[in-house]
């Protein structure tokens, strides 16, 4: 008996392919997704030949460890064929004081080059993108690629939420299992968290108090709290130069929920037709996944002030969206 798997769930066939893998972000989703067991085949896919296939042996070295039975990496876009889910790191990375919105002129062409190829070999998949501004990205990739808004999304908040959720849970020592909060809008500066519908439990985060009585999430506590989730990129970023380990896992967690159809919700950003009245913006929203993508786009309770910013944050992606020709 192999004691190294037996934590592990058992897997179904499954392909996921990672495109940009020779860089921080792809190579740590895949790392995320083998030792998590979020699929039984992993391809990576780099411009860099020499820098994929070594990224390739250096993972393939560890499956006896994991259930991923079949890894394989190349300079040539035909190994991400037959997948089931691609995941789009491909771009370049932003850096020290550079906003996600700065990298899209560049972003942009190459996800638009690149997305025609990826649906032919793959015409069945679900695309995820990673690549920053994930939600310009994300518009950019479903009018080139052509598939409709439940097949082609991004990431968007999903790791802002995590973040969101550790701080709130952080602050008052509760596991995050027990803390039910989101982040909206854009993936990026004008994003927020839906303070209206947040709790600890089934108690709304404004009503928590102390052992004393005392309300703790005051304006000015989550003020600092949703300022620390916003800006945590950029404190990363400076710190060490990307960041990747997080995205990594929230990639993989995502990937699991559409091969394993586990009827999970998460914030994801998908083109929006008439949210309150927002359309043809890609934002993140709580949406239910599986194995059709994006299954249902939640229409989630916000009050006057969140509207408005949502709003906002639509208007900012559309801006670049516009000068892109999108």
Known sequence: MNLDLL??????????????????VGSSIAYAAMIRASAKEIALYDIDEKRVKAQCQDLADGTQFTKTSLIVGDSDMKVTANSQVVIITAGAAQKPGQTRLDLA??????????????????????????????????????????????????????????RLRQKIGSYVGISLENIHANVVGEHGDSEFPLWSSAEITSIPIRQW?????????????????????????YSIIEGKGATNYAIGLSAARLVEAIM????????????????????????????????????RVLDVPMNDAELAELKK????????????GY
């Open 209 to 233: 108090r102390d052992e004393q009585g005392k309300i703790v999430f005051t304006d000015e506590v989550l003020a600092d709290i949703k300022d620390q989730t916003v800006n945590a990129a």
């Open 105 to 162: 002129g560049i972003n942009s062409k190459i996800i638009s080059g690149m997305m025609p190829d990826l649906v032919r070999l793959s015409p069945s998949a679900i695309f995820v993108i990673v690549t920053n501004p994930a939600d310009v990205m994300t518009v950019v990739a479903q009018k080139t690629s052509g598939l409709p808004a439940n097949r082609v999304f991004s990431t968007g908040t999903l790791l802002d939420t995590s």
């Open 260 to 295: 394993g159809e586990q009827g999970r919700i998460f914030p994801l950003s998908s083109v929006l037709d008439n949210y309150h009245g927002i359309s043809g913006v890609a934002l993140s929203v709580p949406c239910l996944v599986g194995q059709d993508g994006i299954k």
């Open 7 to 24: 934590e592990q769930p058992e897997l179904h066939s499954s392909k996921l392919s990672i495109v940009g893998a020779g860089g921080a």
């Open 313 to 324: 944050s639509a208007a900012t992606i559309s801006e670049t969206v516009k000068a892109l």
